[in-house]
């Protein structure tokens, strides 16, 4: 799948390095429970490539189209968890550093949106972060997701006195 400046493609062996390396970076990972190890970000993208194999969908590795390079992933990828809201599916994203504020999340998540809405026939897809995550949640503005406070929940796979818990959910339907 392509966009203007992107390609959102499957994952080659040569992406785990750089994803490793973003998924160890303490700026990348501030508004997630923990950095990963290289054999955490491995399983990671094996899990990535199963749900493409279940679903037909999930999280594309991004590339950008001028110079070939890795820069994260953006996609959608299906939660079961315990909330008010689930069974449901994420829009969601995660770059490298370098490539923050130059529109690629919006871009890419915009993409991912148009195929879970025509190609997946979803009625509606999500997007959450915790509350502290504004670049994360000007993203979700800018792609016409829109937030109902009652919404907001605990994340429940993290601990009581995480200051990640507080989790701010957006919703956009087809």
Partial sequence: MD????ILRRWRAADREPFA??????EV???FPSLLTREQSDGFADRIEAAFERQGYGLWALEVRETG?????TGLI?????AHFTPAVEVAWRLARHAWGHGYATEAARAALEFGFTEAGLKEIV???????TRSRAVMERLGMTRDPADDFDYPNLPEDSPLRRTVLYRLSR
Avoid: C, K, Q
Avoid at 21 to 26: S, V
Avoid at 69 to 73: C, K, N, V, Y
């Fill in 29 to 31: 990972m501030a508004h």
């Fill in 127 to 133: 997007s959450m972060t915790d509350v502290g995550n």
């Fill in 78 to 82: 299906y939660w079961d968890f315990p």
């Fill in 21 to 26: 390396a973003l998924n160890a970076d303490p």
């Fill in 69 to 73: 390079a890795f820069i994260g992933f």
């Fill in 3 to 6: 966009t203007e400046r992107l």
